[in-house]
């Protein structure tokens, strides 16, 4: 497939976080579950969405962080916090349709 790349990184922490964040453009679409790396791709005006097919955004992202940061302190105090619920059908329906809405955005603006 011509528009795909493979491309391997060096070992390290938030290598492949780094290479993504440096490569995205505006109107790219990125899939992540990373809050972090998806607020670095938002500050490049790339599409970003969660796995399950919630977008982050400028107005979201904010809120993801600190829920992220609250979730860490809690889990370093030894708080016991559950993790994400299983990916379902719904999920996958969501996430397809999300998908789908962010490449027909995408192709808008290129």
């Given at each position: 497939?011509?528009?795909?790349?493979?491309?391997?990184?060096?070992?390290?922490?938030?290598?492949?976080?780094?290479?993504?964040?440096?490569?995205?453009?505006?109107?790219?679409?990125?899939?992540?579950?990373?809050?972090?790396?998806?607020?670095?791709?938002?500050?490049?005006?790339?599409?970003?969405?969660?796995?399950?097919?919630?977008?982050?955004?400028?107005?979201?992202?904010?809120?993801?962080?600190?829920?992220?940061?609250?979730?860490?302190?809690?889990?370093?105090?030894?708080?016991?916090?559950?993790?994400?619920?299983?990916?379902?059908?719904?999920?996958?329906?969501?996430?397809l349709?999300?998908?789908?809405?962010?490449?027909?955005r995408?192709?808008?603006?290129?």
């Open positions: 497939e011509p528009l795909i790349e493979r491309v391997i990184v060096d070992a390290g922490p938030d290598v492949a976080d780094d290479w993504i964040a440096d490569q995205a453009e505006p109107w790219d679409i990125v899939v992540t579950n990373d809050i972090p790396l998806a607020g670095r791709c938002l500050e490049k005006q790339a599409l970003v969405l969660s796995g399950k097919g919630n977008p982050f955004t400028p107005d979201s992202i904010g809120m993801a962080l600190a829920s992220r940061s609250i979730g860490e302190h809690l889990r370093s105090m030894g708080e016991v916090t559950r993790g994400p619920a299983p990916f379902g059908p719904a999920d996958r329906s969501r996430f349709q999300a998908l789908d809405q962010a490449v027909n995408s192709k808008r603006r290129r």
